[in-house]
């Protein structure tokens, strides 16, 4: 009989009134990848955050090695022996590896920390991985797969029974991916458990036991191996190869960015153009060059090779000030943790970026009156909201989009 690491019966979970997960079920045995395929984002992150830690809920169970840990009727807003692997991770930047991975694990209580023990400790948990990492570097000059190793690591050192993979593919490029899903499995034949998110149903397929199928935090399909197939995932996927090509339709317009054989350390010889009026994807495969992209937009890269042209003139930003004064808006990878300021209003917030445009501009009364009367039949009432921590997501992502709008640049990266 199958030994049970998790178990969520029925559980649903509203904030502010919003259904986050609804009627949600999981199970996940010893040994197992359990893969939870994301159709949208919809309860991703809270589910997360209960596995990690007991927060309320309204309806359901919550098992953890076979007790029970939440319900309905009490949660004891305890942490749980859970590890996320994840981008934003927890380690130590400052600290070494065997740091990060001993002295900063629960339990330990040595106050004289023996260095060469520590390391002799690491050497003896990697051996058989064929990796080598040096214990007395520091985290912070580790790769992105190096760090995921050290945060596996860590969680296996400190007992962890079941870690959280979440959207690792967004992190790690092809290559480093396959290293580490090669590890997953090398732990996962040891006993540990694993909860694999992802967006994608072939990534799951190439690594999981099990997949989950879950739309607006509800788990909608369970997949056993035997059904890893192109039929019984069609009908929750979308289709891109039978969508029409608008590109026959194509109207040439104004150049508005032109990048000609630009080559960084993650770049070989990129070149492609957006004209005005135009929405471009970049489909990063190997997940290496987006990142490059950015840096190299807002100031903080100079490419090694290549000519960059912004609305046909050279463009080469020193900085991230001198990118927004000639027309170029970014908006984060998570915009509600960086670009939503909680000390100003929400009308405050929508027109942050107006006095950047001209740096001595004063927004007038009459200014207001116009942004008022543009937006507020878009944006409804919370335009006069004061204390934007009351307002909900969407609100602010609508804030956040229309800040953009309303600044009216040349290109907007996303």
């Known amino acids: 009989m199958k030994e049970e690491i998790l178990r969520l019966e029925k559980v649903t979970r509203i904030v502010e009134g919003v259904t986050l997960l609804d009627n949600f079920n999981l199970h996940i045995f010893k040994g197992e990848i359990m893969g939870l395929v994301c159709i949208n984002a919809h309860g991703e992150k809270e589910l997360v955050d209960l ?19 939440n319900n309905y009727e009490e949660s004891t807003l305890r942490f749980n022996k859970v590890a996320v692997i994840e981008k934003e991770n927890a380690l130590v930047e400052d600290l070494t590896v065997v740091d990060n991975i ?11 920390i023996k260095k060469k023990t520590l390391n002799a400790r690491l050497k003896d948990v990697i051996q058989e991985l064929e990796m ?12 992105p797969l190096e760090k995921c190793v050290v945060q596996l690591l860590k969680a296996v050192v400190a007992g962890i029974r079941l870690v959280v993979i979440k959207d690792i593919s967004n992190y790690l490029s092809a290559a480093d991916l396959v290293k580490f899903q090669k590890l997953i499995k090398y732990y996962c034949s040891a006993g540990l458990s694993f909860l694999y998110i992802c967006n994608h149903h072939e990534e799951a397929f190439k690594i999981c036991n099990r997949v989950s199928l879950m739309e607006n935090g509800k788990i909608i399909k369970v997949l056993d191996y035997k059904d890893f197939t192109t039929e019984k995932i069609k009908p929750y996927c979308k289709d891109f190869y039978d969508m029409k090509n608008p590109g026959s339709h194509k109207v040439h317009k104004e150049k508005i960015l032109q990048l000609q054989n630009v080559s960084t350390e993650h770049m070989a010889d990129l070149s492609f153009t957006i004209e005005k009026g135009e929405c471009t994807v970049l489909l990063d495969i190997n997940n290496t060059i987006l990142k490059d992209m950015v840096d190299i937009m807002n100031g903080a890269l100079i490419p090694k090779e290549g000519q960059i042209y912004l609305d ?3 463009y080469k930003a020193p900085n991230p000030s001198y990118a927004l004064m ?10 509600l943790q960086t670009m939503v300021f909680k000390d100003l209003s929400y009308f405050e917030n929508l027109c942050f970026l107006l ?19 543009e937006y507020s039949p878009i944006l409804g009432d919370d335009i006069y909201q004061k204390e934007i921590e009351l307002l909900p997501p969407t609100s602010l992502y609508s804030m956040i989009y229309y800040r953009i709008h309303l600044y009216n640049p040349k290109i907007g990266f996303l």
């Open 326 to 335: 000639q027309g170029v808006c970014f908006i984060d990878e998570y915009p």
């Open 355 to 373: 006095n950047r445009k001209q740096w001595n501009l004063h927004i007038s009364r009459g200014i207001q009156r116009s942004v008022i009367q």
């Open 132 to 143: 080598k990492i040096d214990g007395n570097e520091p985290v912070s000059n580790l790769s």
């Open 51 to 69: 596995l990690c830690q007991n927060l309320p809920i309204h309806y359901g169970r919550i098992y953890l090695d076979d007790i029970l840990v």
């Open 102 to 112: 001993f002295v900063l694990k629960s339990g330990f209580k040595k106050q004289l």
């Open 312 to 314: 046909n003139q050279r």
